[in-house]
């Protein structure tokens, strides 16, 4: 089985076994063995849920440290637009900016720029491919690997297209060298992000070999360390210290931006993998068949509701729309361009996107029949109330489990306690 990254883990000696996180997983990736929480890494989609409600604060985040790329010629930092939002509305999204250059990165490029690139190659890529539909965004890694774990059957309909970060990260990559005159292995570029499902597609992408980003750092870590430069530049800032070529946009981060950008009538837009997952059933089940586009966020109210980041959502979603209000600039796409590199497969995922291969499902479909219907044989044996003292989150969890030896039917309180009733 392929080992996978996912960015954060378990610290056991917090553990308590107390079965939130487990109780949470939309995918059914947690178990508690002993007494304490144990992830299963080929079912995990890192969205997060599991840190939210862990009330030990046992599962703990996993991000690169700065000190990765600190020793390259040239330090290029991306963040999420999710960042800007982190301040007050009234900052300018230039002031931090400056902070970065000041904590020592040499350049600061923000995605918003790619975000209307890739908008306008939705649109036309859609016009040119009308099928199948909806199409679903790819920007949600989170949203994408739930797709590979829970709905393999709707892999077709995520979106063929590269995503603005990492359109970016190649610009950056591919154009710099020859601007500066330097090796492109003494540049780094580092991500900072909302979400641990974007520090894990940079880690381990679902779509292509490798990230073009050396690293990811948290919404978080990166807010403490530029707080006191922010307070301190923004006392002495001058609207006249903002360069001419400078664009922001508040680009994907809040719930709809997307949609707005790739201007499609028939569209939805939705958040919170619970609201998510009713409406991926109702695609699987032929139920929307008007729509023909889905943006889809793992975390409520799209990217400003990711657990890496430090301000309440709601507050942080306010500050956007302020800072959109205020800051946003128009960016211009050269929509011939546009054109070409969509005719080039420039804008294209490397691979497409496949089914995640786990345990639960072997690739031999005659094995996998007997599974199921063993599965289904132990399930009729089982109470059926879900109550978790087994340690899976469900009894159809607990028969997978026991039918590929992974589990005891003693670990069952119902089937014990029957057992010694009848004397076994």
Known sequence: MERFYHAHRIDHAKCRGRRRCMR???????RVKGGKAVILEDLCVDCGDCMAVCPSGAIVPISDPLAEVSGRKYKVAVPSSVLYSQFESSMHPYVVHL????????????????????????????EKNPKPRPMIASDCPAIIRLIQVKYPGLVE???????????????????????????????????VSPCPAKIVSIKQPAEKAKSWFDGAVRVRDMYSLLLPHVVALKS?????????????????AVLGGLTSAVKRQ?????SGLDHVMKILNDIENSRLRNVDFVEAFACMLGCVGG???????????????????????????????VERKIEEGYYLLESPVLPRPTKYFDTDLETSIKRMKE??????????????????????????????????????????????????
Not at 395 to 405: K, N, S, T, Y
Request: aromatic share 10%; net charge negative; glycine share 4%.
């Open 99 to 126: 902070a970065f250059k000041e904590l020592g990165f040499d350049e600061v490029v923000d995605i918003s720029v790619s975000c209307s690139v890739v908008a306008r190659a939705y649109i036309k890529y859609m």
């Open 307 to 337: 657990p890496f980041n430090i301000e309440n959502p709601y507050v942080s979603r306010t500050n956007s729309i302020k800072q959109r209000e205020r800051y946003e600039s128009e960016i211009e796409v050269d929509e011939a361009d």
């Open 24 to 30: 949470r997983c939309p995918t059914e990736a947690i």
């Open 266 to 270: 028939n569209w939805l837009a939705v």
């Open 236 to 252: 002495r800032f001058d609207i006249s210290q903002v360069p001419k070529n400078f664009r922001f946009n508040v680009a994907w």
């Open 375 to 424: 599965s289904e044989r132990v399930l009729q044996k089982l109470p059926q109330t879900d109550c978790g003292w087994c340690g899976a989150p469900t009894c159809m969890a607990f028969a997978e489990d026991l039918v590929r030896g992974e589990a005891s039917v003693n670990d069952c309180i119902f089937l014990r306690v029957r057992e010694h009733d009848s004397g076994g």
């Open 157 to 191: 309909l995520i979106s063929p297209l590269d995503v603005p970060r990492e359109v970016t990260a190649r610009e950056i990559r591919t154009q710099l060298p020859a601007k500066l005159g330097i090796k492109p292995e003494d540049i780094g570029v580092v991500y």
